[in-house]
């Protein structure tokens, strides 16, 4: 396993819920870090355990209700995901991420550096695409994996100089 993963998240039968496959589809087309792994995550299940240990950095992207105007691109990050996931169940997807990252942490193999990055979805009904708000989101989410991405290896690039 390379030393970072991005999960995308959700069902691209059912619009915006889809919005986090859309989001790693986009991130994979551009990804050129020989050390990140795309993973179709689905709606989520324990059967990714074993893909998931020692990891160095996982980002989960996915569509999440807070609230906030459709399209909005929320990041939460380490502590303040693990609380979101603990208290905020608004879609079944949280509810398998929860249970996936409580996996890795009773394993040991939590990653330190660890994200969800969420789009405000509009409409979780029948149909294969999202909505202008969420699919105009979609390069967002994206653009700030690859952001984290970045930060992480840089971490480690100044953890292995010193």
Known sequence: MNSIAILGIGNTLLQDDGAGIHALNHFATHNTFPDVDCLDAGT????LLDRLTELKGLVAL???RLGRPPGTVTVLRGAEMDS????HHTSAHEL???DLMDALRLSGALPENRALIGIEPERIDWGTEPGDKVAAAVPRAAALA???VLA???ETNLENRT
Do not use: C, I
Not at 84 to 87: E, F, K
């Open 96 to 98: 398998g991420l929860s």
């Open 84 to 87: 979101h996931l603990l208290t």
């Open 44 to 47: 989520v299940g324990l059967a």
């Open 152 to 154: 992480w290896q840089d």
């Open 146 to 148: 690859r952001e984290l």
């Open 62 to 64: 996915d569509a999440m």
